[in-house]
């Protein structure tokens, strides 16, 4: 039978409150789990479509062109939400787990998103006002082509520098900041909502340690209350000291690991920033070389609908990426205990330095046969370099009698090696696996696999999406279009319009657009060799005073 309350389900039920309603309780026999667990995805959608219906109004008044009334609907609905959050924390404030201010240390995260909103409706309001009233002028529609674009496009057409300034570690290593580039909205706002509900996730994760840590601690004092009533004499004893040691160290090391998951997952979301720009400034310039030949030419449908999978994905593999790389991090700590520290506390510790030198000793001889295997066939078994310029020796055997004793020889002892070099492959890809779970930018999948990895489906997908709607050449050519036709589309509704022109010399457009090609051409090289050439033309013969132009 398993119980639940029938008050849970109030908004203002307080889990930890004493509240003789929560004493109240309802059986749920376990025959009927089977329907419950049928329905639940549909539980799951319709949930997540009532927290969206929840928080659609805020951004129906951010995005509506009505500044002045979305402005006070939005500040007044999110007003109402911050005095419901308010007063929830005021009447639970104290939980069962962490102890006073519980509640505050869950929902402070909203609070912050609640208070910013209410600032951004009365900078709204404020600015939609002094519109209204004619203090200041009315914005106009957001242009095609955004500031940082154009100017991204006037530094591809300048020519390059001939040498780049030296750039120091931290961007060399880590980040350098482009003027020229901006993250769209929804790679903000999925990163800054990952990191909330990775706050949250490792405040849940707490609360279930301290549950479970004080569970264990009922069952050590049973523990050791059998021990007393046995005067440590009895034929369990030992079994139960070393079970006492597990649990001991078990909460130590779950408990320090805590940080450095969570370090590790915070450093995933900015290194996924980082990778989302150097992937589209690669797709930008026509380079897919990063990708595997199966997503060069990515469906246009699964594109669209991984664009719309990608911000929840990544959330989750973020979460889930926490969950498990804790974990094995906690494996990693609890051997490095048990191998290092508690044979030092127990007085082993001639025992632990013999056993450490014996393993070290050995992966020392496996390393060093194999380096010398290396040097032995360059020594004696390749033939010498052609050039003393070759960097290696060419790829030529050399003494094949010896070379054929030599593997022969070595046969039985690359057996044994073959079946260690198989173990390790298993165990660094499972640790590379568990640790790179949360990089959704990065398939752990071999190659020829990639198309079962889901999460790097959806992240190729949508940086396919970004990049053929936020090209800034493309946008820019767009802009060119529009801005073109507009201003004819002007000439010709306004009568007499050909008496504006001016009555000096005329430039044909196309000799104006012949001389900017020609400016193109030398400012950018690279682009001589790929222009299709017309023999009637005479090209061949143009190329090199390009080129040469270019040099100068």
Not at 10 to 18: A, I, R
Not at 23 to 48: A, H, Q
Not at 204 to 220: G, K, Q, S
Not at 469 to 489: A, D, Y
Request: a positive charge; charged letters at 15%; glycine letters at 6%.
């Amino acid at each position: 039978m398993i119980t639940t309350d029938a008050s849970s389900s109030s908004f203002w039920f307080c889990p930890f409150s004493k509240d003789e309603r929560t004493m109240d309780k309802e059986r749920i026999p376990l025959s009927s789990w089977g329907p419950t667990l049928e329905s639940l995805s549909f539980v799951l959608l319709i949930g997540g479509f009532e927290v969206g219906l929840s928080y659609f109004p805020f951004f129906a008044c951010l995005s509506s062109k009505s500044q002045l009334a979305s402005s006070v609907l939005g500040f007044s609905y999110s007003l109402i939400w911050f005095a419901v959050t308010i007063l929830q924390i005021s009447q639970c404030p104290h939980g069962q787990f962490m102890g006073r201010y519980e509640t505050l240390v869950f929902y402070w995260p909203s609070l912050l998103c609640l208070a910013f909103l209410l600032g951004r409706f009365l900078h709204m309001f404020v600015k939609a006002l002094r519109v209204h009233l004619g203090l200041e002028p009315r914005m106009e529609e957001r242009p095609v082509l955004e500031v940082y674009q154009a100017e991204h496009v006037k530094q591809l057409l300048k020519k390059a520098p001939p040498q780049e300034s030296r750039r120091s570690w931290f961007q060399t290593r880590v980040y350098e900041w482009d003027p020229y580039f901006r993250f769209p909205s929804r790679m903000i706002g999925t990163i800054v909502l990952a990191f909330i509900c990775l706050y949250l996730f490792i405040i849940i994760e707490f609360c279930m340690f301290v549950y479970v840590r004080n569970e264990l601690d009922v069952f050590e004092e049973k523990l050791e209350n059998y021990l007393t009533y046995m005067n440590k004499t009895g034929a369990l004893t030992p079994i139960i000291l070393k079970v006492q040691e597990l649990i001991s160290v078990t909460k130590g090391v779950w408990v320090v690991t805590i940080l450095p998951a969570s370090l590790t997952c915070v450093s995933y979301l900015f290194h996924i920033l980082a990778c989302y720009r150097k992937h589209i400034k690669r797709l930008w310039a026509g380079d897919k070389q990063f990708l595997p030949p199966r997503f060069h030419n990515p469906s246009s449908a699964e594109s669209v609908v991984a664009i719309a999978r990608y911000s929840g994905w990544q959330i989750a593999y973020i979460l889930w990426g926490y969950l498990i790389i804790h974990v094995v991090q906690s494996l990693c700590g609890m051997m490095i205990v048990y191998g290092l520290v508690l044979p030092v506390i127990h007085g082993q510790s001639l025992e632990m330095l013999r056993g450490l030198g014996v393993g070290i000793l050995t992966l020392s001889v496996v390393v060093g046969l194999m380096i010398l295997q290396g040097g032995i066939a360059a020594r004696f078994f390749l033939q010498p370099k052609l050039s003393t310029a070759d960097k290696q020796k060419p790829l030529a055997l050399n003494n094949r009698k010896a070379f054929h004793n030599f593997n022969y020889f070595l046969f039985f002892y690359n057996v044994l090696l073959g079946m260690g070099a198989c173990l390790s492959r298993l165990f660094i890809s499972c640790l590379l696996g568990a640790w790179l779970i949360a990089r959704i930018d990065r398939t752990i999948m071999q190659s020829g696999y990639e198309g079962a990895d889901m999460g790097f489906n959806a992240w190729i997908g949508m940086l396919y999406v970004d990049h053929y709607h936020t090209n800034p050449v493309l946008v820019s050519f767009c802009h060119i279009l529009i801005t073109g036709h507009r201003e004819r589309k002007l000439q010709k509704t306004i009568k007499y319009w050909y008496l504006n022109q001016s009555a000096g010399p005329r430039i044909s457009a196309r000799s104006r657009m012949r001389w900017l090609l020609l400016q193109t051409l030398i400012n950018n090289p690279r682009l001589i060799m790929l222009r299709k050439s017309k023999s009637d033309h005479g090209s061949h013969e143009f190329t090199p005073i390009l080129l040469a132009c270019s040099d100068c």
